[in-house]
């Protein structure tokens, strides 16, 4: 049985109290599990029931972009009914409250966003990190959003991706609505590079003093791989997930319980 979640903290504690300590945290879609928002593997997995082949590669778009639509459009609506739990809470406090906080996510539901834009009042060094990253929402964003869609042909007409928060749908598959011809979700499909200006903010985040990775199965790359770049650049690390990974055995620091209670109980110990 685990231990209280604090039991084994302390040097995690007494290491991001640390006035300059650079703290970057990677996320994935465990931490919006407690917000209802279905994870992608394990028992009740989307992977589950759901083949990525058919729903998550552009190849899959290109042979049947209405059945492509009608999951993401599901997901959409599931998502749009979801709030941000404390993990999401607590981590946009920290980007207030630490000068030098980075946040990376795998997650595309757009919860640390909305818990982010909340955050009014950050110190002037905070708001200069947040600058940093590669897009207005302060956020590292490896695999997109799913609210952001973008014109499946590329026309000259449309910009390289835009917001639409639409749910539901009037007509699926949805249109660009400046060729007429489909839209995509702004996601990044199983196959797809990563757009190497995110990476490398990543990359840059992961060298860090403190680097805590979170709810995520620690099988996809390169999201995986940034605790060792972060380890081989000293940082201390620490993995937040109810179950162990492949990323368990090589941390400094493993607290098995659920993001929303391990962050809960950090934010009140500091
Ligand atoms: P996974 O679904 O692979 O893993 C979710 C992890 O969260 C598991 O290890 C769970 O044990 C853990 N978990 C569940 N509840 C939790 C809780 N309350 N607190 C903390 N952890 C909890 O999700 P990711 O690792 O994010 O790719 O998946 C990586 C990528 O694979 C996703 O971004 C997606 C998917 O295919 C794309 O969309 C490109």
Redesign the pocket.
Known sequence: MPGPPLAQAGPLVERLRRPDARITVL?????S??SGVP????AD???KNFR?ETL?TAEAFGRDPKLVWEWYAWRRLRIASCEPND?HRVLADWSRRFPRFQLIT???DGLHERAFAKVTDRSAAAEATARRAPDASGVIR??GSIWEVLCWRGCAASPPRWRDETVPFKEIPPRCLHCGDLIRPG????GEPLDPEIVGAATEAADCDVFIT???????YP?AGFIDIARRKGAYTVE????A?PATGTVDLALR????VVFAELNRGL
């Open positions: 996320t994935g879609a465990g931490v599990a407690a994870t992608f593997r394990g997995g989307l992977w990525p998550a993990a795998q997650n595309v490896l695999h996601v990044v499909w199983f979170a709810g995520t199965s620690a099988v996809v999201a937040i997930n109810p179950e990974t319980r659920g993001a929303e």
